[in-house]
């Protein structure tokens, strides 16, 4: 009898103690689960308690030096076998590429965020867009700056023109009231003008134009924009012109482009016999290369007036009088006041440019038929040219690596 009571408290006390070691695994298992939903909950992080271990200078200098950074966060939908979950009471390391390994960090505060811990910082300086300075950098001399933007519609054929707006203007006195012309080269005959802005100088239009035109012809077409000053007395200042030619541009209705151009003033003097050529001139000493920009021409007398009849403007280096090589632009057809716009560069090195020159070539084509020379302008140093012709080539010399632009006459007998 007593071996069967001492049996029944040593069963009862193994059963009590396995119940107590049952219910503290539970409570344990439990305790995990509460302090992993907690996580769920926004949660305040303390500075001071993350770098507590930390000495005070260290902290100092991450914190200066991260100041302007923002926390690059993993948010939970992104965890996957390459990101480490931490609690908050351990971290876990895996053993990998040391350079893999995300470095742990203090743990989002942001309630839509949860569970996610920061890996990285960003820098936003790296991102940053770069800033406009159409409207605060101008140039010495500037005489005024015009933004405007185009877009063309292939199945109506319209070409859209929006004209945005007009800054730093210089007119005769010291109020100004401007309207905008806009032509559609080579139709100098017909335009279409804005509505006048009084007394400012720097006026905002935000007005739409349309111009019909084919898309056969569109890239044969030149926008012309005169800037036009009203006095007291009601006549009429041009201030200066905006020439843009449309060759060069991807013109469709998804792609509407904005653009800026500084005013120019227009060259009032009446054409020569033959017509006048503009043209710019750059050279290179470091690379050897001469560089010519042909802008426009104008007054030109035309064998025959027709749309048929293309212009197109032929450059030559010579060096000795001997041909070294040339390029040509594109043919314009029916203008006698073709815009190119079209740069060719030459090899050229600084010995030769006592011995070099440059012939530019206004000629004539018609489909079929025979090429006519309407005029032609060398330039170079005084072993070939005179006036104007030589102080642009010297200018050029003596400003390296800056254009130099100017009207030249077109002569025949050069």
């Not at 690059?72 to 990998?96: A, C, K, S």
């Not at 742990?104 to 942001?110: D, E, I, L």
């Not at 041909?323 to 632009?329: A, E, M, Q, V, W």
């Not at 330039?379 to 100017?406: A, D």
Request: proline share 6%; hydrophobic share 35%.
């Amino acid at each position: 009898q007593a071996v069967a009571v001492a049996g029944g408290l040593i069963g009862g006390i193994l059963l009590f103690v396995l119940l107590g070691i049952t219910a503290y695994l539970l409570w344990k298992k439990f305790c995990r689960l509460c302090s992993y939903e907690k996580l769920i909950n926004p949660v305040k992080t303390n500075a001071n308690a993350i770098f507590q271990d930390q000495p005070k200078s260290e902290i100092q200098q991450k914190s200066t030096s991260r100041s302007r950074s923002v926390p690059f966060i993993i948010p939970p939908t992104l965890h996957g076998r390459d990101w480490i979950h931490l609690t908050n009471e351990e971290q876990v390391q895996e053993d990998r590429d040391p350079c893999m390994t995300p470095q742990p960090g203090p743990r989002s505060s942001f309630h839509s965020l949860a569970g996610a811990y920061v890996v990285g910082t960003i820098n936003p300086d790296l991102y940053k867009f770069p800033e406009d300075k159409s409207e605060t950098d101008f140039p010495d001399g500037n005489i005024g700056r015009l933004w405007f933007s185009i877009e063309y519609e292939q199945e109506s054929e319209r070409l859209l023109v929006s004209l945005i707006k007009v800054r730093k203007l210089q007119p005769p006195a010291d109020s100004c009231s401007s309207f905008v012309k806009i032509y559609l080269l080579p139709d100098e005959r017909s335009y279409l003008q804005s509505k006048t802005k009084r007394k400012t100088l720097n006026p905002q239009f935000d007005e739409n134009f349309v111009f019909q035109v084919s898309s056969k012809m569109l890239l044969q077409r030149t926008l012309k924009f005169l800037v036009y000053h009203v006095d007291k007395q009601k006549k009429h200042h041009l201030l200066g012109q905006v020439i843009f030619p449309l060759k060069n541009e991807a013109l469709t209705e998804d792609n509407k482009l904005v653009i800026w151009r500084d005013l120019e003033k227009e060259n009032l003097e009446p054409p020569s016999e033959h017509g006048d050529l503009q043209f710019s001139l750059s050279y290179n000493d470091y690379l050897g290369r001469l560089t010519v920009v042909v802008l426009r021409a104008r007054g030109l007398k035309l064998q025959e007036e027709s749309p048929a009849v293309g212009v197109y403007v032929k450059v030559s280096l010579m060096n000795h009088n001997k041909f070294i090589k040339s390029k040509k632009t594109a043919t314009l057809l029916g203008t006698p006041n073709p815009v190119y716009n079209e740069t060719f560069s030459f090899k050229a090195e600084q010995t030769e440019l006592d011995t070099a020159s440059l012939s530019l070539s206004v000629l004539q084509s018609i489909k079929g038929e025979k090429t006519f020379l309407l005029g032609r302008v060398v330039v170079g140093p005084f072993m070939y040219t005179r006036g104007k012709e030589l102080e642009h080539w010297n200018e050029m010399i003596s400003k390296p690596k800056e254009l130099v632009k100017r009207w030249h006459a077109l002569c025949h007998s050069t």
